[in-house]
T-cell receptor, first 113, second 115 residues
Framework: AQSVTQLGSHVSVSEGALVLLRCNYSSSVPPYLFWYVQYPNQGLQLLLKYTSAATLVKGINGFEAEFKKSETSFHLTKPSAHMRDAAEYFCAVRSYNNNDMRFGAGTRLTVKP | GAGVSQSPRYKVAKRGQDVALRCDPISGHVSLFWYQQALGQGPEFLTYFQNEAQLDKSGLPSDRFFAERPEGSVSTLKIQRTQQEDSAVYLC?????????????FGPGTRLTVT
């Protein structure tokens, strides 16, 4: 069975500050991990994914995430927040032999001017 | 190019009514997924198609939920005798293939409210 847990349903940062959104996973097989962003009234957009290559993954819009097997974590970071980063962020896990992608409950990021 | 589109964007149904939700995937995408997203939650997998074949329907919550993709392109998710607990956003996603390396592209969703 696979699952992800996102710590913190709401995160608020000031513009220009570091963004850190936490995700821990549970998987009995090597996982593939994803971060998606969802803007209001829009579908999910893939930010980045880990598929067993480099453990530090760079994505779009300046985001990156590091896969840490020892900590079962895949936290999302961005050095400097922009107002346009305000959205809902979802971490997800999937195995190579499974169609079922499991999403976390999401973290709403607010960026203060 | 066009992305995944879904219609209607909003649907209000009275309890007990049947509803049909449509998904138009990206042209040429073999794989199509349906998800249910309850308020304040992440999406939950419902079912998966490869072309016209429904290969996985393990996430469908009850036999009131039915999905089809008869010509391997457009898909319809049908919910019979809707209940209040069916209120959610229904997301459709498509990808070039089933393999996990292929990105899933999501539509904007259909928000279903059952009154």
């Amino acid at each position: 069975a696979q699952s992800v847990t996102q710590l913190g349903s709401h995160v608020s940062v000031s513009e220009g500050a570091l963004v850190l959104l936490r995700c821990n996973y549970s998987s009995s097989v090597p996982p593939y991990l994803f971060w998606y962003v969802q803007y209001p009234n829009q579908g999910l957009q893939l930010l980045l994914k880990y598929t067993s290559a480099a453990t530090l993954v760079k994505g779009i819009n300046g985001f990156e995430a590091e896969f840490k097997k020892s900590e079962t974590s895949f936290h999302l970071t961005k050095p400097s927040a922009h107002m346009r980063d305000a959205a809902e962020y979802f971490c997800a896990v999937r195995s190579y032999n499974n169609n079922d992608m499991r999403f976390g409950a999401g973290t709403r990021l607010t960026v203060k001017p | 190019g066009a992305g995944v589109s879904q219609s209607p964007r909003y649907k209000v149904a009275k309890r007990g009514q049947d509803v049909a939700l449509r998904c138009d995937p990206i042209s040429g995408h073999v794989s199509l997924f349906w998800y249910q997203q309850a308020l304040g939650q992440g999406p939950e997998f419902l079912t998966y198609f490869q072309n016209e074949a429904q290969l996985d329907k393990s996430g469908l919550p009850s036999d009131r939920f039915f999905a089809e993709r008869p010509e391997g392109s457009v898909s319809t998710l049908k919910i019979q005798r809707t209940q209040q607990e069916d209120s959610a956003v229904y997301l459709c996603a498509s990808s070039l293939g089933q393999d996990v390396s292929y990105e899933q592209y999501f539509g904007p969703g259909t928000r279903l409210t059952v009154t």
